[in-house]
């Protein structure tokens, strides 16, 4: 049997920038679909890509906040 992670109720806002036809498209496909939300569908395709990149790994907690800014280079090249 599967095991499920645990979901929480409670919600927390996260700020991020999203390419502008990327947002657009979002909209119109909410718009278009009734019984969908932005939030929801956000949630879904990250729950989804969460499992993707999880699978098989064990990530440790994290130690404090993520860095701002942009990404770190990779020390390894």
């Known amino acids: ?11 927390e806002r ?12 979002l909209r119109t496909v909410v718009y278009w679909s009734p ?5 929801g569908v956000v949630e879904s395709a990250i729950q989804s890509t969460l499992q993707k990149l999880e699978k098989g790994k064990r990530f440790k907690k994290r130690k404090g906040k993520l ?3 942009r ?3 990779d ?3």
Do not use: F, I, W, Y
Request: aromatic content about 0%; proline content about 5%; charged content about 30%.
């Open 35 to 39: 019984k969908l939300t932005l939030t």
């Open 1 to 11: 049997m599967k095991q499920k992670r645990q979901t929480t109720k409670r919600k």
């Open 75 to 77: 020390q390894s090249s």
């Open 71 to 73: 990404p770190r280079k």
């Open 67 to 69: 860095p701002v800014g």
């Open 14 to 25: 996260v700020t991020l920038s999203l390419s502008a036809d990327m947002v657009e498209r």
